[in-house]
Antibody, heavy 119, light 110 residues
Framework: QVQLVESGGDVVQPGTSLRLSCAAS????????MHWVRQAPGKGLEWVAFISYDGKITYVADSVKGRFTVSRDNSKYTVYVQMNSLRSEDTAVYYC????????????WGQGTLVTVSS | QSALTQPASVSGSPGQSITISCTGT?????????VSWYQQVPGKAPKVMIYDVNNRPSGVSDRFSGSKSGNTASLTISGLQAEDEADYYC??????????FGGGTKLTVL
């Protein structure tokens, strides 16, 4: 069965960096694009980033452009998001999700990992 | 990219039908057929209920249906059940090659 497991969430100070990982299993990872979506405490969903199946195409939201980078290692069945210059407004649960090929949507989601940015 | 506009809350009694609207612009909802709807129960990850405006993934009840007219998409839940109580989010692909979510709608089953 398809599984996505995020990790790396932590409590960090503003201005610091953090890398989140999402380990995939149960499907051929290299065939699928992936997304990162976040949800601030008590707030709605916010799309963060997309990476194509081969890692050659990436898109990020304007709110994180220049600070967040998405990457993947298909040999390790893992997608990453590198978060630099973290701000208090980046505090959220971060989910990774599998893209539904050719449909610009997602199907499977992980359980999320919490990032808290606070001094 | 501004969030899509959804009503903050809707409610209905068991057996009734409700509709949640999702209003965007000509650069997102109005431009593509790529509108999805997600159901989220508190403390859980979102679950896709509709994709491509009106397609249901395998396993999703046919009580859920989607539609779109112009810049506004809609999710209709018929035969409302207590288990449908959750937060619902619309999401659209955009002309900037990004995705944008709505602010979310809390559905209460009375």
């Amino acid at each position: 069965q398809v599984q996505l497991v995020e990790s790396g969430g932590d409590v960090v100070q503003p201005g610091t960096s953090l890398r989140l990982s999402c380990a995939a299993s149960g499907f051929t990872f290299s065939n699928y694009a992936m997304h990162w979506v976040r949800q601030a405490p008590g707030k709605g969903l916010e799309w963060v980033a997309f990476i194509s199946y081969d890692g050659k195409i990436t898109y990020v939201a304007d709110s994180v452009k220049g600070r967040f980078t998405v990457s993947r290692d298909n040999s390790k069945y893992t997608v990453y998001v590198q978060m630099n210059s973290l701000r208090s407004e980046d505090t959220a649960v971060y989910y990774c999700a599998r893209d539904i090929s050719y449909h610009y949507s997602t199907d499977y989601w992980g359980q999320g990992t919490l990032v808290t940015v606070s001094s | 990219q501004s969030a899509l506009t959804q009503p903050a809350s809707v409610s209905g009694s068991p057996g009734q039908s409700i509709t949640i609207s999702c209003t965007g612009t000509r650069s997102d909802v109005g431009a593509y057929k790529y509108v999805s709807w997600y159901q989220q129960v508190p403390g859980k990850a979102p679950k896709v209920m509709i994709y491509d405006v009106n397609n249901r993934p395998s396993g999703v009840s046919d009580r859920f249906s989607g539609s779109k007219s112009g810049n506004t998409a809609s999710l209709t839940i018929s035969g409302l059940q207590a288990e449908d109580e959750a937060d619902y989010y619309c999401c659209s692909y955009t002309s900037s090659s990004t995705w944008v979510f709505g602010g979310g709608t809390k559905l209460t089953v009375l």
